[in-house]
């Protein structure tokens, strides 16, 4: 080959092979292992204030493809220039470890050698700011903890308009933390947005419209401002689809939500109505001091969890399970012990046992009032009650709340096996059905109320439980659902589970589905007339139990 | 004593003395009077003054509870709504009539930032037409709801739970600062009632006087009705509605009736207490003070009027001495009193005067 005119196609053919190999192979190789011009790198640092600026700016163009090494030298020159312990003698780049040291090592080979002249470079205001936002590149690229790569971002977030994609890209597929990765994504969305290249622009318009929530749909509607709006026809047509897609998917999102929280609170309220219910359709006892039974059930759950962070910190996140048995138990006695002291006397008069469950209440909220304090109750949130999974556009699903709408399927289920399946429940529904024949039969109809109040109570106490992750705990907590519960049992009809399920999806689904239209109150005051007018067809309520009085 | 009212009240006819027969009634009337007439020769410090007139319109809302409760069998656990309607209305036409007079806009008004009362205020500083109107609006939404209700026959603890659900409602609206009717900090800052500057001692012993003179009025007047052959439809309502329906009775109509002159009384014992108080807010709407109306009634003794005005002095009385002396104990007392009473004493604390040594629970007769 020594010969080009002798060059054969032989060789051509060979010779264009070997190009389409070497092509190959290099686009094969990863992008990041594009080696840097080390020894050019350090001149512009150590050169005029247009080199550090030129030096500086090339790596956070070239960031996104820079091997690991090469960053980390960058990184090392960077922080020495920044801090002033770089020195530019003619033999070569200097680093010292403190400014002013008498040697240092040597910038390309990392020998130790003296140096005489230890000035520094001085950095402008201008080529301090290029010189920050490549360390910020370094430090994103290769911080060894999500902290550090953070700082770094927020380094180059100030200067977005410079960062190219390929760097922001790069970083967010390296990023091991979610949060962090999302905020980089956001950033590179936000980057392109602003883009000068309208096709990227326009790239960006569809990446933002295909993951929809209400920032995006924010951020597409401050385009609307740009200047490109109303010259580009194309980039006009790209945003108002993706503001149309954006749209759609918040108003679905948002529809899910509300759904999603009428059901927890329908969930929430079923539970408090469930026990009211129960002893109701048995004892035609209205219990006023329901509510004040959640509140014990919250407070047992708080004793448990201190119990647990005194004698097993280790498993303080089971604390939450461990509570149910010991909320059903704690309640459903103090419930029997109402029972068995007071309204066992009251059975022939309903009006005064309610208002000896009301006198109950009020003496259980002072108690607690002077025995634990009127604050509420600090809880530690275990992580499957934190939290939650954005599931589509703005629609998140919260762990806390799904837990308390599984705690009421649970709670549905369980109640239903009792009732349904068991010789207590058995005794409990022929009571309720016709109490005089019931006893004629010799069932001890005395000890079947105090166990169904039990019951009842106990559920009261699930409650409670079910509520800590979402309510805040204090003494005077059961007051605020002790209306709404009424007027689930009312709807339903005494003593039919069914009734009080159904009502309770209804109840909380109204509160929920007006309450955006036309505010809380008005909610509230809607569904009483609703469940008013409703009683006036069926003064029994939806699922009326045929019994005989 | 109650030979010596009858005495004297001989020429009055037969109406009169059959209503005074009942001799706790007569007392009390007797009393009432002998209170207001003492206050005008001797009155004693104003704030003594001020706790009696307040007693006497308590009185006012348990007499009208009673009379739903007590002979018709209706516990209402709404009748806050009535009282507050009444106490409401009263408020406005005092701020009316003090913006009126003085010309200065109420604090709540110039908190909302409005130039003028809203529209609906128009004509409420004039005392009479504010008077009709409470009583009028308290009678409506009394009607609306007692027709809806009674039609339907909801009974017992349903209408219990739906009438506290009623009042509960009306707390959240009340709540609401843009109703123009002072939202969550209520009406306050009463400057004159019929032109005479509140909070001087005569105002205060009038006011008493007044709640002294109405509370034996009404006494009187419930007392002729529970007495007339419409009481006895209403004794009969209660032990047995159906058989009363079955012969031929609307009791439909007897319950809408009384219902919403018990509340009308209730805005009638609103209207007395809050120029006494000089404020009014959402609070008065609580559910847990309407319940609390019954606890009077039922403390003092269900279903005898005389009964209901001594369980709202007293426990009134008790309150007003406890919750200064002990506030934390207050509430104990008050629950402890109710059991006692719903356990032992099932006719309330006049069951103290013609006491039983076996109590309906150990098998002794109601």
Redesign the interface.
């Known amino acids: 080959m020594a010969d080009p005119g002798r060059r054969s196609p032989k060789v051509l053919l060979a010779l264009s092979a070997l190009l389409t190999f070497w092509c190959l192979a290099v686009c094969a190789v990863p992008a990041s292992a594009a080696p840097l011009d080390r020894a050019r790198f350090t001149a512009d640092l150590c050169g005029d204030a247009a080199g550090q600026v030129r030096g500086a700016e090339s790596l956070v163009q070239a960031g996104g493809d820079l091997a690991a090494d090469d960053l980390a030298y960058a990184g090392r020159l960077l922080g020495a220039l920044a801090e002033r312990r770089l020195a530019c003698p003619a033999e070569g780049a200097v680093l010292f470890d403190r400014p002013g040291a008498p040697e240092g090592r040597d910038a390309l080979t990392g020998a130790v050698r003296p140096v005489a002249e230890t000035r520094a470079p001085v950095l402008g205001l201008r080529q301090r700011a290029a010189v920050e936002t490549a360390r910020g590149t370094v430090a994103l690229l290769t911080g060894p903890d999500p902290a550090s790569r953070a700082a770094g971002l927020s380094v180059l977030e100030r200067r977005i308009a410079t960062v190219p994609a390929a760097l922001l890209d790069r970083a967010r597929d390296a990023e091991t933390d979610a949060s962090l990765k999302g905020t980089i994504a956001g950033l590179a969305q936000a980057a392109a947005l602003s883009s000068p290249d309208p096709a990227r622009r326009r790239a960006a318009i569809a990446a933002v419209a295909a993951s929809p929530s209400g920032t995006a749909a924010a951020r597409l509607e401050a385009l609307k401002g740009d200047p490109a709006y109303a010259s580009d026809p194309a980039f006009r047509a790209a945003l108002d689809a993706g503001l149309a897609q954006v749209g759609r998917a918040v108003a679905v999102g948002n529809a899910l939500a509300i759904l999603y929280n009428g059901l927890s609170f329908a969930s929430i309220l079923f539970m408090a109505a469930a026990g009211l219910a129960i002893i109701?359709g048995l004892m035609?006892v209205?219990n006023?001091a329901q509510g004040e039974f959640i509140m014990l059930g919250a407070y047992a759950t708080y004793g448990v969890q201190e119990a647990f962070r005194r004698f097993a910190p280790a498993q303080l996140d089971l604390y939450l399970f461990a509570a149910i048995p010991v909320a059903f138990l704690a309640v459903a006695l103090v419930g029997i012990a109402v029972e068995a002291l007071?309204l066992r006397?009251?059975y022939k008069?309903?009006?005064?046992?309610?208002?000896?469950t009301?006198?109950?209440s009020?003496?259980l909220?002072?108690l607690v009032r002077?025995g634990v304090g009127t604050q509420n109750l600090q809880f530690t949130m275990p992580a499957y009650v934190s939290g939650g999974i954005p599931l589509y556009a703005d629609f998140v699903i919260t762990w806390n709340r799904l837990f308390a709408i599984g705690f009421a399927a649970a709670t549905l289920a369980l109640t239903l096996l009792i009732l349904r399946r068991t010789p207590l429940g058995l005794d409990i529904r022929a009571v309720t059905q016709n109490r005089d024949m019931a006893a004629c039969l010799g069932l001890p109809t005395r000890r079947i109320d105090r166990l169904a109040f039990g019951l009842g109570s106990g559920l009261a106490g699930l409650a409670g439980v079910a509520l800590c992750p979402i309510y805040s705990v204090n003494p005077g907590m059961g007051?605020g659902f002790?209306?709404d519960s009424?007027?689930v049992?009312?709807l339903g009809g005494v003593g039919s589970l069914a009734g009080t399920l159904v009502a309770a999806l209804g109840v909380g689904g109204a509160n929920v589905l007006i309450e955006p239209i036309s505010g809380?109150?008005a909610a509230?005051?809607i569904v009483?007339v609703g469940?008013?007018?409703f009683?006036?067809?069926r003064?029994e309520g939806l699922f009326a139990v045929r019994r005989r009085r | 004593m109650s030979g010596a009212v009858q005495t004297a009240l001989a020429p009055l006819g037969g109406p009169a003395r059959r209503a005074l027969r009942d001799p706790l009634v007569a007392g009390l009337v007797g009393l009432c009077l002998a209170a207001a007439a003492a206050l005008l020769v001797a009155p004693p410090a104003p704030f003594l003054v001020n706790v009696l007139g307040q007693l006497a319109a308590f009185a006012i809302l348990a007499v009208a509870l009673d009379l739903v409760w007590g002979y018709l069998g209706i516990l209402s656990l709404g009748h806050g709504l009535f009282f507050a309607i009444g106490g409401y209305v009263c408020a406005m036409h005092l701020l009316a009539h003090g913006a009126a007079v003085t010309g200065v806009l109420p604090d709540f008004v110039q908190f909302m930032g409005w130039k003028s009362l809203p529209a609906y205020w128009f004509g409420l500083d004039h005392a009479p037409y504010a008077f009709v109107l409470a009583l009028a609006v308290a009678g409506l939404v009394a009607f609306v709801f007692g027709l809806a209700s009674f039609r339907s026959r909801v009974n017992g603890v349903y209408f219990s739970i739906i009438s506290q659900a009623l009042v509960y409602v009306a707390m959240l609206l009340m709540y609401r600062n843009d109703t123009g009717l002072g939202g969550n900090n209520g009406m306050t800052g009463f400057p004159l009632l019929f032109g005479w500057p509140m909070g001087s001692p005569g105002v205060v012993t009038g006011l008493a006087v007044a709640a002294l003179v109405t509370l034996a009025a009404v006494l009187t007047g419930t007392r002729l009705l529970v007495g007339s052959a419409i009481g006895r439809r209403m004794l009969a309502c209660r032990d047995d509605e159906t058989r009363l329906r079955t012969l031929g009775y609307s009791t439909t109509r007897l319950k809408l009736g009384i219902w919403c002159l018990s509340a009308m009384i209730a805005a009638l014992a609103g209207i007395l207490y809050v120029p006494q108080v000089g404020i009014i807010n959402p609070r008065v709407l609580a559910p847990d003070l309407s319940i609390e109306i019954a606890v009077w009634v039922a403390i003092g003794g269900l279903g005898r009027l005389g009964g209901a005005v001594i369980g709202a002095v007293l426990v009134n009385g008790l309150k007003f001495w406890l919750s200064a002396a002990m506030p934390d104990a207050w509430p104990f007392i008050l629950s402890g009193l109710v059991l006692l009473v719903v356990l032992v004493l099932p006719n309330g604390l006049l069951d103290l005067v013609s006491w039983r040594p076996r109590p309906t629970w150990l098998g002794g007769q109601r």
């Open positions: 109701f035609g209205i006023l007071i006397h009251l008069r309903p009006l005064m046992s309610l208002l000896a009301w006198a109950v009020l003496f909220v002072n002077v007051s002790i209306v009424f007027m049992v009312v809380a109150v509230k005051v009483l469940i008013i007018l009683l006036q067809r003064p």
